[in-house]
């Protein structure tokens, strides 16, 4: 089993992330004046995979403290919860696999 937590920038953490979380602080991000804004969901099973969402819908993500996978979130992301799903889902699983060198 792994636990999820989302900490947004701009308020407190959440935890049991769902993805109608990941979808609403995509959509709060977005809204955003001209302010950096970023948020960070963390999967933790044995390691913990960060993955950190930035306004311009950049994605890094990191596992076990490394940087492993630079991604742009596409629009079908945004505009499909099942689609939101399968882009985190795969970004962590890559994440494990690989190291942006």
Not at 6 to 32: C, F, G, P, Y
Not at 46 to 73: N, S, V, W, Y
Not at 79 to 92: D, G, I
Request: charged share 25%.
């Amino acid at each position: 089993m792994y636990e999820t937590n989302l900490q947004k920038a701009w308020s407190n953490a959440l935890h049991d992330v769902t993805m109608a979380d990941i979808r609403k602080a995509i959509a709060e991000i977005q809204r955003m004046g001209e302010d950096h804004g970023a948020f960070w969901i963390g999967i933790v099973e044995d390691e913990e995979t960060i993955l950190e969402a930035h306004k311009d819908l950049t994605l890094i993500a990191f596992f076990a403290g490394r940087p492993c996978l630079f991604a742009i979130i596409p629009a079908s992301v945004i505009e499909s919860p099942k689609n939101t799903m399968r882009f985190f889902a795969l970004s962590s699983m890559l994440c494990s696999t690989q190291e942006i060198r």
